[in-house]
């Protein structure tokens, strides 16, 4: 597993002006507290089509935990886009 301090590694991946992360980050803020989670909440805002294909980025937002899409959907799609 994906851990940096035992906390487990949540990462919130986003376009510039994505209305939805603002939103998406509070939610799992308190998600965590509610379950008394100790996460490390990393917000990356993707500017290019190389970070998107580098970071697995399906669509603004993206939320990721310990490396793995939280949307079971994804499985093994590549179609990456800033988007």
Same mark, same amino acid.
């Given at each position: 597993?994906?851990?940096?301090?035992?906390?487990?590694?949540?990462?919130?991946?986003?376009?510039?002006?994505?209305?939805?992360?603002?939103?998406?980050?509070? #939610?799992?803020?308190?998600?965590?507290?509610?379950?008394? #989670?100790?996460?490390? #909440?990393?917000?990356?805002?993707?500017?290019?089509?190389?970070?998107?294909?580098?970071?697995?980025?399906?669509?603004?937002?993206?939320?990721?935990?310990?490396?793995?899409?939280?949307?079971?959907?994804?499985?093994?799609?590549?179609?990456?886009? #800033?988007?």
């Amino acid at each position: 597993m994906n851990m940096t301090d035992n906390k487990i590694s949540v990462r919130l991946l986003h376009v510039n002006g994505c209305p939805s992360a603002g939103p998406t980050a509070e #939610l799992i803020k308190k998600i965590a507290s509610d379950m008394k #989670l100790d996460i490390q #909440l990393e917000d990356i805002t993707i500017t290019t089509q190389e970070e998107a294909i580098e970071k697995r980025f399906f669509g603004s937002p993206t939320v990721q935990i310990n490396g793995k899409d939280i949307d079971p959907t994804v499985g093994n799609f590549n179609a990456f886009t #800033l988007a």
